[in-house]
């Protein structure tokens, strides 16, 4: 230790004799540069001293301390915040995927709280809470000129009880109140569905469990269709997922690439900057992959669905993506709190960075919006009313299929009537499955 701190002195003395031979001007413009913060720092004492002991009401010295931090760090963008000591504890119990709370991701845009997404199968998402909604006042209060951490502090609350939130979203022309229970949120990472001979893995989150869980789900897939050969391709969904950790983003596009960087970090000291490469190893084996995004998918989404589409592994499919394109350090502080703060921008393998720009799928798919005063239709109306050749009496049999075969046929046709009915489900993953399907058509065939 002492070697080191020797090695360091004798550096900065160094560079003072040098300074002093050939940086006069540089040495006076540091100094005034110096004073200049010392001068605002006695003015930040002197503020924080006459609201002490002349403001109206008493206030709390500490309150008033964590106060002036939000402000600094709100100022600079809206990722950047102080965490006091039980936000910093829920914090590190999110990343494990159980909290209590909504179930939503919200950030700040022009002083209200804006939803980024709602989380699957949570009191929010119940509540049908939609990613670009404007949340505006909590319980009749407004959120107008709070902080952000102020706004989420707002909607905070005992498990069971209610909370009522006045909602702005576009293409409705009048805010409307939504009544949500607060409940346990418990995030599934990702859950795997088989359409037909697609395997679908919906990635809610990026916490610890991701990247486990996204491997998990793809094998119980593969095996459920009797191995990766009988497998038409894979789809990624990632919408409404609003982010989370950088290296599950990062294992799981590895999960999916040969090789190849999977994204690149740059702050403001050059120094500073990271790049991921891609080592050896495709879960999928080379099988076609589309990746689902829409507008809620942000973050640690967005560098999955950037590397996939650069190394023109996957076809992005959707709306574009949120453009969160930031890094954020969670630093510990003295006291147990946190700060986190924007350190880096993040860039796609060909150099893009999506901050405020976002993710541009491939193709764009948009997803129609149900009318919940439409009435259902029937399974009469449903059905094709039309006769084949099969249904006429004394029709000729086919002769060209075995029995084997035959069934085979049938159970195709059956699968395809599924997707086709998922359409009315799922518009965007119907989509993605029908490319897939068309993929796997025109695939040489081993």
Same mark, same amino acid.
């Given at each position: 230790?002492?070697?080191?701190?020797?090695?360091?002195?004798?550096?900065?003395?160094?560079?003072?004799?040098?300074?002093?031979?050939?940086?006069?001007?540089?040495?006076?413009?540091?100094?005034?540069?110096?004073?200049?913060?010392?001068?605002?720092?006695?003015?930040?004492?002197?503020?924080?001293?006459?609201?002490?002991?002349?403001?109206?009401?008493?206030?709390?010295?500490?309150?008033?301390?964590?106060?002036?931090?939000?402000?600094?760090?709100?100022?600079?963008?809206?990722?950047?915040?102080?965490?006091?000591?039980?936000?910093?504890?829920?914090?590190?119990?999110?990343?494990?995927?159980?909290?209590?709370?909504?179930?939503?991701?919200?950030?700040?845009?022009?002083?209200?709280?804006?939803?980024?997404?709602?989380?699957?199968?949570?009191?929010?998402?119940?509540?049908?809470?939609?990613?670009?909604?404007?949340?505006?006042?909590?319980?009749?209060?407004?959120?107008?000129?709070?902080?952000?951490?102020?706004?989420?502090?707002?909607?905070?609350?005992?498990?069971?009880?209610?909370?009522?939130?006045?909602?702005?979203?576009?293409?409705?022309?009048?805010?409307?109140?939504?009544?949500?229970?607060?409940?346990?949120?418990?995030?599934?990472?990702?859950?795997?569905?088989?359409?037909?001979?697609?395997?679908?893995? !919906? %990635? =809610? /989150?990026?916490?610890?469990? +991701?990247? $486990? *869980?996204?491997?998990?789900?793809?094998?119980?897939?593969?095996?459920?269709?009797?191995?990766?050969?009988?497998?038409?391709?894979?789809?990624?969904?990632?919408?409404?997922?609003?982010?989370?950790?950088?290296?599950?983003?990062?294992?799981?596009?590895?999960?999916?690439?040969?090789?190849?960087?999977?994204?690149?970090?740059?702050?403001?000291?050059?120094?500073?900057?990271?790049?991921?490469?891609?080592?050896?190893?495709?879960?999928?084996?080379?099988?076609?992959?589309?990746?689902?995004?829409?507008?809620?998918?942000?973050?640690?989404?967005?560098?999955?669905?950037?590397?996939?589409?650069?190394?023109?592994?996957?076809?992005?499919?959707?709306?574009?993506?949120?453009?969160?394109?930031?890094?954020?350090?969670?630093?510990?502080?003295?006291?147990?709190?946190?700060? !986190? %703060? =924007? /350190?880096?921008?993040?860039? +796609?393998? $060909? *150099?893009?960075?999506?901050?405020?720009?976002?993710?541009?799928?491939?193709?764009?798919?948009?997803?129609?919006?149900?009318?919940?005063?439409?009435?259902?239709?029937?399974?009469?109306?449903?059905?094709?009313?039309?006769?084949?050749?099969?249904?006429?009496?004394?029709?000729?049999?086919?002769?060209?299929?075995?029995?084997?075969?035959?069934?085979?046929?049938?159970?195709?046709?059956?699968?395809?009537?599924?997707?086709?009915?998922?359409?009315?489900?799922?518009?965007?993953?119907?989509?993605?499955?029908?490319?897939?399907?068309?993929?796997?058509?025109?695939?040489?065939?081993?």
């Amino acid at each position: 230790m002492r070697k080191f701190v020797m090695a360091a002195l004798g550096g900065t003395l160094a560079g003072a004799v040098l300074t002093t031979q050939v940086a006069g001007p540089l040495v006076a413009q540091e100094a005034a540069s110096s004073s200049s913060v010392y001068e605002q720092l006695d003015l930040f004492g002197d503020i924080f001293e006459r609201i002490r002991g002349q403001y109206v009401e008493e206030v709390e010295t500490d309150k008033l301390i964590e106060a002036a931090i939000n402000g600094m760090l709100s100022s600079l963008d809206p990722h950047s915040s102080y965490v006091p000591p039980d936000d910093f504890e829920d914090m590190q119990v999110q990343t494990r995927g159980e909290f209590g709370g909504l179930g939503i991701e919200v950030t700040q845009e022009q002083g209200f709280v804006k939803v980024v997404a709602p989380m699957d199968d949570t009191p929010a998402d119940a509540a049908g809470i939609e990613a670009g909604d404007f949340i505006t006042h909590v319980d009749g209060e407004s959120v107008l000129g709070l902080t952000l951490d102020q706004a989420v502090d707002m909607m905070r609350g005992p498990v069971g009880s209610e909370i009522i939130i006045t909602v702005v979203r576009e293409g409705i022309e009048e805010p409307f109140d939504v009544s949500i229970i607060r409940d346990t949120i418990k995030l599934t990472a990702v859950r795997e569905r088989v359409v037909g001979k697609t395997i679908v893995l !919906r %990635l =809610t /989150t990026f916490n610890d469990q +991701t990247f $486990s *869980g996204l491997k998990e789900g793809l094998d119980k897939s593969v095996a459920e269709l009797g191995g990766m050969e009988n497998v038409e391709g894979v789809v990624i969904d990632l919408r409404n997922n609003p982010g989370g950790l950088l290296n599950q983003a990062i294992l799981v596009s590895d999960a999916f690439l040969e090789q190849g960087e999977i994204v690149s970090t740059r702050g403001r000291d050059p120094s500073d900057g990271e790049r991921f490469n891609a080592t050896p190893g495709d879960l999928a084996q080379g099988k076609p992959i589309v990746v689902l995004i829409n507008g809620g998918s942000a973050s640690a989404s967005e560098i999955v669905a950037g590397a996939l589409q650069d190394h023109r592994r996957a076809i992005v499919v959707g709306t574009k993506s949120f453009g969160k394109g930031s890094v954020q350090t969670v630093i510990p502080l003295r006291g147990e709190g946190a700060m !986190r %703060l =924007t /350190t880096a921008r993040y860039y +796609t393998p $060909s *150099g893009r960075s999506i901050q405020a720009l976002g993710v541009a799928p491939d193709i764009i798919v948009n997803q129609p919006r149900r009318d919940p005063n439409a009435e259902a239709e029937t399974e009469t109306e449903a059905e094709d009313n039309g006769r084949f050749e099969a249904d006429l009496r004394g029709n000729l049999s086919n002769d060209s299929m075995t029995e084997d075969e035959r069934k085979q046929l049938e159970d195709e046709l059956a699968r395809a009537e599924e997707a086709a009915k998922l359409r009315d489900e799922d518009y965007q993953l119907a989509y993605a499955v029908d490319i897939l399907k068309g993929l796997s058509a025109i695939a040489p065939k081993p």
